[in-house]
């Protein structure tokens, strides 16, 4: 595969960066995964954490290409779910840590994407936003009703307020799925918090992410960094990764940046995942549902 890489991470005005993001690679496939602890609820770094862990694991112990990108995304959200309810119920008191997920599994020239929250997922081509997911948010909801503006969604009082999360309660989440969606030479794939998307006009983040001239990892960091800036001085976390297909081979080692950067606050130990056999048997399981979930629908 020839693509080139960036990531980069900022703890603007909070005192602990929450963020979290992850970049994986095989010969065959990428994985990109982001994710934002909510700040509302009690450690929501560790939320992030484990869902990177699970990420990890899960892309380093599976067969490539993967056969089900759905199922495996599936898979990665309900056992990240899972393992973050785990980690609350451990604690004393217990708590209830939540999370934003945003995944892009990339293979076959292809792109498939899961998200649940308001962290962003957006597919641009030749300067402007090809595709772009939807936020799991409470403003989200009312500007497609009509009931708001997309300006007034930007400075509503519930604009933090997300509908959709992993963590937080018992019952599976509810990830939306997209793809896959075809690549083409020079498309940017960026994954990144509302830190980041929040504080930067989309039309020219398109453009200057689709400026081949410089490096993608440069302009990265260089929108992370103006962002931060815009929003002083009340700067949410500001994190973005970011892929350019088919510009450049690489041959990249699987990379891990989900330890994030800008924060001096020890990571204490993260929930022991669950082994490579409840895995297996979680992604069969979620198979089996979306096999009988297609064969009523042809009912």
């Given amino acids: 595969m020839k693509y080139h890489s960036g990531q980069c991470t900022l703890i603007g005005n909070r005192s ?21 602890g909510m700040g509302g609820h009690p450690r929501g770094e560790m939320a992030a954490q484990v869902l990177m862990n699970t990420c990890r694991k ?9 056969s ?15 393992s973050i309810l785990e980690f609350g119920r451990d604690q004393q008191p217990p708590i209830e840590p939540r999370t934003t997920a945003t995944l892009c599994l990339i293979q076959d020239g292809n792109a498939y994407w899961a998200h649940a929250g308001d962290s962003r997922i957006y597919l641009l081509r030749e300067g402007v936003i090809a595709h772009r997911t939807a936020d799991h948010s409470y403003v989200e909801q009312l500007r497609q009703q009509g009931v708001i503006s997309a300006a007034q969604a930007a400075t509503h009082r519930y604009r933090n307020y997300v509908t959709r999360c992993l963590g937080g309660i ?9 793809g896959p969606f075809k690549l083409q030479r020079d498309d940017v794939l960026m994954l990144c918090s509302d830190g980041f998307w929040g504080a930067l ?10 400026d081949i001239s410089q490096p993608l990892n440069q302009l990265i960091e260089m929108l992370s960094n103006r962002a931060a800036a ?21 041959n990249l080692k699987p990379a891990d940046f989900s330890m994030a950067l800008g924060d001096n606050t020890p990571m204490p130990d993260t929930p022991e995942l669950p082994s490579d056999k409840a895995l297996e048997e979680a992604i069969n399981s979620l198979r089996g549902a979306v096999i009988e979930a297609t064969h009523k629908s042809k009912l």
């Fill in 68 to 82: 089900s990108p759905r199922v495996f995304l599936s898979g990665l959200m309900d056992m990240a779910h899972r």
């Fill in 16 to 36: 602990l960066n929450q963020d979290r993001c992850l970049i994986m690679e095989s010969p065959d496939s990428v994985l990109l995964a982001l994710a934002d």
């Fill in 58 to 66: 899960s892309f380093l112990t599976s067969r490539k290409p993967i």
């Fill in 230 to 250: 815009n929003s002083q001085p009340e700067s949410d976390n500001v994190t973005a990764i970011g892929l350019r297909w088919g510009t450049a081979p690489v």
């Fill in 170 to 178: 018992s019952n599976r989440p509810v990830a939306e799925f997209s």
């Fill in 201 to 210: 006009q989309e039309r020219v983040m398109a453009q200057q992410l689709s």
